[in-house]
């Protein structure tokens, strides 16, 4: 499995930025996605989620109308588009992957992360 995300840098308050993940080596339409981010001196935290069909989503309340996750099966790649960015968005954003296996979750994996840093 291998995760490489993009797309992060530095942006002021109100700006934009999508992040992208781009997944091989394993059957990218069958995973759920996840996109986590950590800030210094804090816990990873689950930022978006996307089920393997798309259909299912969920947010973190704090980004809820201004994020959205989606996803191209067919390019293997899961984005976040980030908008109305805050300060406190600050943090290293993380691409996961798992899969269901009926039973139970199978870890597929992290990325390396993209710093996403917001300020004036």
């Known amino acids: 499995v291998q995760l490489v995300e993009s797309g992060g840098g530095l942006v002021q308050p109100g700006g934009s930025l999508r992040l992208s993940c781009a997944a091989s080596?394993?059957?990218?339409?069958?995973?759920?996605m996840s996109w986590y981010r950590q800030a210094p001196g804090k816990e990873r935290e689950l930022v978006a989620a996307?089920?393997?069909?798309?259909?299912?989503?969920n947010y973190r309340d704090s980004v809820k109308g201004r994020f959205t996750i989606s996803r191209d099966n067919a390019k293997n790649t899961v984005y976040l588009q980030m908008n109305s960015l805050k300060p406190e968005d600050t943090a290293v954003y993380y691409c996961?992957?798992?899969?269901?296996?009926?039973?139970?979750?199978?870890?597929?994996?992290w990325g390396q992360g993209t710093q996403v840093t917001v300020s004036s």
């Open positions: 996961h992957a798992e899969f269901w296996t009926g039973f139970s979750w199978y870890d597929g994996g």
């Open positions: 080596g394993f059957t990218f339409s069958k995973y759920h």
């Open positions: 996307i089920s393997s069909t798309g259909d299912n989503i």
